[in-house]
Nanobody, 128 residues
Framework: EVQLVESGGGLVQAGGSLRLSCAASGFSLDDYAIAWFRQAPGKEREGVSCINRHDGRLFYSDSVKGRFTISSDVDKNTVFLQMNSLKPEDTAVYYC?????????????????????WGQGTLVTVSS
């Protein structure tokens, strides 16, 4: 079955860390990019980070650059998002999605609706 399953969300105090996982099945990470998006209450879904093993490109939004690190484990077919120095404004449901490249995460907006494979989401809550 082709699917993405996120895990690793939770409640953390400001300044703390969490590591999210996105386990892919039914396809290889070598053939697709995997992007992380987040959606806070009342806000639109936004691209946070992306990894494309095919061309080696990484993407980070300005809001997380320097604090979040994306990586992948080919053997586990899993993408990780290490989130450090978390802030209350990072509170959101985090989703991973499959894409052909990292442009969707970078451009955002209506292009996000074109992605065809999403995980179920994992909630990250950062308390002040």
């Amino acid at each position: 079955e082709v699917q993405l399953v996120e895990s690793g969300g939770g409640l953390v105090q400001a300044g703390g860390s969490l590591r999210l996982s996105c386990a892919a099945s039914g396809f290889s990470l070598d053939d697709y990019a995997i992007a992380w998006f987040r959606q806070a209450p009342g806000k639109e879904r936004e691209g946070v980070s992306c990894i494309n093993r095919h061309d080696g490109r990484l993407f980070y939004s300005d809001s997380v650059k320097g604090r979040f690190t994306i990586s992948s484990d080919v053997d586990k077919n899993t993408v990780f998002l290490q989130m450090n120095s978390l802030k209350p404004e990072d509170t959101a449901v985090y989703y991973c999605a499959r894409d052909l490249d990292c442009l969707t995460a970078k451009v955002g907006g209506r292009t996000i609706d074109t992605l065809d494979l999403w995980g179920q989401g994992t909630l990250v809550t950062v308390s002040s």
